[in-house]
């Protein structure tokens, strides 16, 4: 370190730029408190359906119906699930919480329909039906409760969609589909669901595309198109399909790019700019100083060097197996890539790493970092884990990822603004957004857990102390 | 675990360096095609003829062999802004593979002599300081602009700056000895922007660093060889930033106190990365010193202000500024420490624009057959700095600062200008 240098301090810096990593950053700067999110590169928004699924099956059983009824129930089949860490309620408030801040920040009409009390079942690029709590305005007409007559559309130009494919194994499931094909020319060698989605915001391509659709569309009283319909005025473009094709019209989660998914990600970012964070992209973090097994500070790579980033608190949110955060090397040793900290859930040496049936539970399935009960890394007890880094779920079976990230993301928002106390009060009292909360107290005794529900401003003094940001 | 305080990863430059000899196509085996860095790309986004990153990188890169031009010369299209390799959640290079693949097309289709003149900013700038008036006339001649366009393919539209006419170093050079701390000293990296066309953003640099007690000087220098490298000429630009490194390195070695810091961030980002990693200039020992110990002004500034050092006797300036970061400051990889030094002044309004590129990207948009393309591309931040309802935009890169006054008749200054008028010293 020369005279030049210097870490970069903030209260809290998180790690990953999903949506557990982008939930806890604004909860976090909502509270007044000082963020950064250091990612590596861009994640799960982009590549998810854009849907938030809370639970979808316990145990491979038949689909959930209600997400909340059945949260207690796998709780108790699995008590090392993060719901049953973080309870129901910090679930239900994760929900409110979220639909509080997206429509505050997503584009005029464009927001989330549906709760935990009902999952809605929606159609996807196969023509299978997913169970998914929140959804998107442009898929809500999907839902399997309501569909009856429904054409399938699509384009030849976008090769991973196949309309046939998708009615055909919808008419299985006892709806009447029928797949349509429209010829579009999209001046592309590599067309892809987002190309459409920026070119359907242009009224007059829009136009001719509604015409050369209505002209193929029967009896059917709604139409199904993969996720292209529009992508910063979605909710403009969909009201003008649906009067132009006299019809309801919803989107079917493509192949990635996730147009929906690209929507949700700029809704997150703008709600962490408002709210006073920032977010560095491509900065992989690739070391930690550590003292008493807390974290000091992380170095993340820049140019030519490394920037160091101290903070007394972080959140891990770097995703699991999926994103690569945790990786399994060629001697079945499993690893925590960003900060090497312990894990959970890895079988032992003896054991197989795998089984043959591709859809079973794997036996690494529900690998994550090693929590306390207030999801503090055993390794680390000032890093707070969050979203798919967490061990004990398998998202992927469990249709659990999005609740639990964004459960977690506002856990951890919470934890951290807790711990830092009234040093951020004075920022609290004036942020817009602030969160859903009683009067209780959380608990700073690493031994109890935080009540859910409470942010350090609600229950703190105007009498406290004033520290908007830690002195430089 | 780890022992107390020991560090579990590099921190030290000979461990970044040892990765960074990993080679550039090795990062390939990462992409899993996720296209993430086509959702971001500002060019493809704007024109069909560039398909994107993921296909004009890693997915057309399977079928280049080196030493033979690339099948696909769409990638001549891309801007190199270098998003995609921020946004790539693999840390595959795409960016950098597909400017050693235009490289690799230029060198089998032959460099157009419009593209062997607008790379060589230092040359021009040489040629015309003399006779500024002149050339400065003629440069705003509707005719010969047409001229231009028609003969070389330098877009009639196309914002091209204005010659001072006096350069930077010839200012620095009649300067008395520098004041401040001996064991604080800059050797300011002025760029060819600063050299030539704004020597006034030098003088505010060089006085900002001074206010806050740091020993400036400024040596002999030249261009980093950006322009050309983004041309493909890349012989060129490895002898034209090896000379400026070789110039650098010795002041460096002679004082183990001092850094270079430079306020043209394209070319600080050359020197600390681009040119090691995309000219394959990795073990150059010049390049590697000056790599470590390169700053851009406004990062420098903010670690001074970390570390409690920076002067904060700042007076209000009660105005409203956009603030833009180039696509190339985000290439540095240290968030926007612009805003933060913004932030200190008091009574001054900051709008944080979201906009990736200006479409610029340094010559790009001059070329006839992309300037259509770059102003597609800047259409995002016009409309964003036009809602903004801010006079000024802030912005890090003279190129970008010339498309911004060009597309929305707005000023467009470095953010050190307002460090500058709140330290009062252009008083």
Redesign the interface.
Known sequence: M????????FDAVVIGAGTAGMTAAIALAQAGARV?VLA????ST??AAGTIDVLGAIDGEDPVRSPQRSLARLASARPDHPYALMGASTVAEALAWFARTFAGAAPRGYGYVGDAGRNMMLPTALGTLRPSALVPTTMAAGDAAGLDRVAIAGTPALRDFHPGLCAANLRDAGIRARAVQIQLD?????A?A?GVA?RLEEPAWRAAFCRRLGAVLGAEDRVGLPAMIGLHQAAQVLADMEQRLQRRVFEIPTL??SVPG?RLFEAL??AL?AAGG????????????????RVLSV??????????YRAPWFVLASGGLG??AIELDSRGRARERV??L?LRGVAPASAPRFVEDFFAEQPLARVGVAVDERLCAQ?APNVVVAGAALPGQAPWLEGCGEGVALASGLWAARLVSAELGGRCQATQRSSPGSMPGDAAKPGIDATRRPSPGSMPGDTATESGDRCQRME? | ??E????????D?DL?DLRDHETLRASLDHCVK???C???CPVS?AT?LF??P??AGPQSERYRIAGRPPVDP?VDYCSGCGIC???????VRIAELNARARAELKRANGVPLRDRIIARPALLGRLATPVAPLANRLLGLRPARVAAHAVLGIHSDAPLPRFAGRRFSAWARGRAAPGGAR??HVIYFHGCGTEYYEPWEGRRVVAVLEHNGLAVTVPRQGCCGLPLQSSGMFDDARRTVRRLARRLARELARDE?A?VVGNATSCT?M???EAREILGLEDDPDLSLV?????DVCE?L???????ELRTDLEPINEVVAYHAPCQQ???????PALDLLALIPGLEVR?L?AACCGIAGTYGLKAEKHRIAMAVARDLFEQIRASGAPAVACDSETCRWQIAHGTGRRSVHPIDYLYRAYGLDR
């Not at chain 1, 170095?299 to 160091?308: D, E, L």
């Open positions: 020369s005279w030049a240098d210097a870490a970069r301090r950064c590596f590169g861009l994640g982009h590549l999209l001046d592309r060698a590599d892809s987002l920026r990635p790019p690209m970012r703008r700019r920032t977010l560095v992209l491509g900065a992989e973090v690739s070391g930690a100083e550590r003292s008493g097994g170095a993340a790579r820049s140019a030519g060097r490394q920037t160091r994103a690569g900060l090497g312990g390794d430089r | 675990m780890p107390d305080g020991a560090l579990t990863g590099s921190m430059g970044i996720c296209t993430i086509e959702t971001a986004n069909p398909p994107g993921k296909y769409s390799s921020q946004v790539c959640p693999q840390g064991s604080r106190h850094i980002l020197l600390k990365r790599s470590r110990r390169t700053y420098l903010l670690a001074l202000h970390e570390r409690g985000q290439g540095h990889l240290i968030g926007k944080e979201s």
